[in-house]
Each structure stands twice: as structure tokens, then as C-alpha cells.
């Protein structure tokens, strides 16, 4: 099993950047897709998700309205579109792949780090 994520770099206040997760070894179309970030200093956080048809949507407050979720099932990706980036989005951005049916499967990415700076 591997979640691979991409596209984390060092970007302006007001700037944008997609991640991408591309997922393998498991049935990535019946899996929960999740971000999460973890900022200096500070637990993880869950910053969206989406269901696995990619019909329902989740969102922490501190990104809502500028981050958003998608899914390829045929390409077994997740993508979170950030905009308005500000440095307290600055963080390690990590894929998350669940499964609950009685037990719960969790499978994480390695992360890719995102830094908001002039």
C-alpha cells in the first residue's frame, strides 16, 4: 500500500498550489480520502475529506471557501486546490485513505510540505 502525495512547495501570502495523492495497492474508490496538516508544534489536524463516490464534502473552518477537495477514481487520486494561501496554512500536508466497515483501515502518505512566506 502507498499514498504518495506531490505538489507542496514554498508559495506567496495570497498564492495557490494543488496537492495530489495517488494511491496504490488498495481499492482506492471505496476509501474516504482525507488531508490532513500538521503545523509546528501542533497536533494534526484534518483539513477535508471527501466520500469515496466524491459526493460529500468536509471542511475545517480555517479553510473554507479557499481549499478544495476532488477525487479521480479512475486515476486512484485526491487533490486539494489551495487558495488565498496565508503563512498559518504553512504546514506538512499528509493524504489519509480510511475504510470503516466494523474496524477501521488507515493508510497515510508521507506528507509534502506547504510554506506560506514572503
Known amino acids: 500500500v502507498q499514498l504518495v502525495e506531490s505538489g507542496g512547495g514554498l508559495v506567496q501570502p495570497g498564492g495557490s498550489l494543488r496537492l495530489s495523492c495517488v494511491g496504490s495497492?488498495?481499492?482506492?474508490?471505496?476509501?474516504?480520502m482525507s488531508w490532513y496538516r500538521q503545523q509546528p508544534g501542533k497536533e494534526r489536524e484534518l483539513v477535508a475529506d471527501?466520500?469515496?463516490?466524491?459526493?460529500?464534502?468536509y471542511y475545517a473552518d480555517s479553510v473554507k471557501g479557499r481549499f478544495t477537495i476532488s477525487r479521480d477514481n479512475a486515476k486512484n487520486t485526491v487533490f486539494l486546490q489551495m487558495s488565498s494561501l496565508n503563512p498559518e496554512d504553512t504546514a506538512v500536508y499528509y493524504c489519509?485513505?480510511?475504510?470503516?466497515?466494523?474496524?477501521?483501515?488507515?493508510?497515510w502518505g508521507r506528507g509534502t510540505q506547504v510554506t506560506v512566506s514572503s
Open positions: 489519509n485513505a480510511r475504510l470503516q466497515f466494523g474496524m477501521t483501515v488507515d493508510y
Open positions: 495497492g488498495f481499492t482506492f474508490g471505496i476509501y474516504v
Open positions: 471527501i466520500a469515496s463516490s466524491g459526493g460529500t464534502t
